[in-house]
């Protein structure tokens, strides 16, 4: 069975910093599209980014431009979501979430991924 496991959730001070892992077992992340979400309780799941299968292309929503990075690394069948300047808001479950093929358009839409981790916990607070 094919599987995602996320890392690196950590509880962090408000202005810090996080890098997330998506590390993938039993398949190759490089035949694949990812994308990174995230859930707050009470909240639905959010769209953050996603990345192409070779990493030229990404896109990212607007509650996150410019403070977090995706980036992938296929010889290591991994992929990084580097999380900077960091609010209470974003505290979350975060997941990534792979698809073989989308459209850049549909990057933030849960139901185009096949294939989703368990996630993990970022909580910033002070």
Do not use: H
């Amino acid at each position: 069975q094919l599987q995602l496991v996320e890392s690196g959730g950590d509880l962090v001070q408000p202005g810090g910093s996080l890098r997330l892992s998506c590390a993938a077992s039993r398949f190759t992340l490089e035949d694949y599209v990812i994308g990174w979400f995230r859930q707050a309780p009470g909240k639905e799941r959010e769209g953050l980014s996603c990345i192409s299968k070779t990493g030229g292309s990404t896109n990212y929503a607007d509650s996150v431009k410019g403070r977090f990075t995706i980036s992938r690394d296929n010889a290591k069948n991994t992929v990084y979501l580097q999380m900077n300047s960091l609010k209470p808001e974003d505290t979350a479950v975060y997941y990534c979430a792979a698809a073989p093929f989308i459209l850049r358009t549909m990057c933030s839409l849960t139901i185009v991924y096949t294939y989703w981790g368990q996630g993990t916990q970022v909580t910033v607070s002070s």
